[in-house]
């Protein structure tokens, strides 16, 4: 299993839009609405490093999605 956080700005007017998209895809755990850099952060359970990235890919797509940024959990 692989774990990604995943903040994501997205351009004024579209939160609610963008909100929907994400949470509606598969691989999401969880969405929070945040203050501060980013508008959101995104929490990704996946299968594989693969899937994690395709998942992000398609984030980035979203229409109103203008900036991400995402880390990768790690076993200490």
Known sequence: MVIG???VN???GKEKD?????KGKKG????YHVFGEFDFVVIIE?????????L???I???EGVTKTQTVIGAEI
């Open 10 to 12: 997205v351009a004024p």
């Open 5 to 7: 956080v995943t903040m």
């Open 56 to 58: 992000v890919d398609e």
């Open 46 to 54: 996946t299968d594989s490093l693969s899937e994690l990235n395709k």
């Open 18 to 22: 963008v909100y929907l998209a994400v």
């Open 60 to 62: 980035r797509g979203i």
């Open 28 to 31: 999401v755990r969880e969405v």
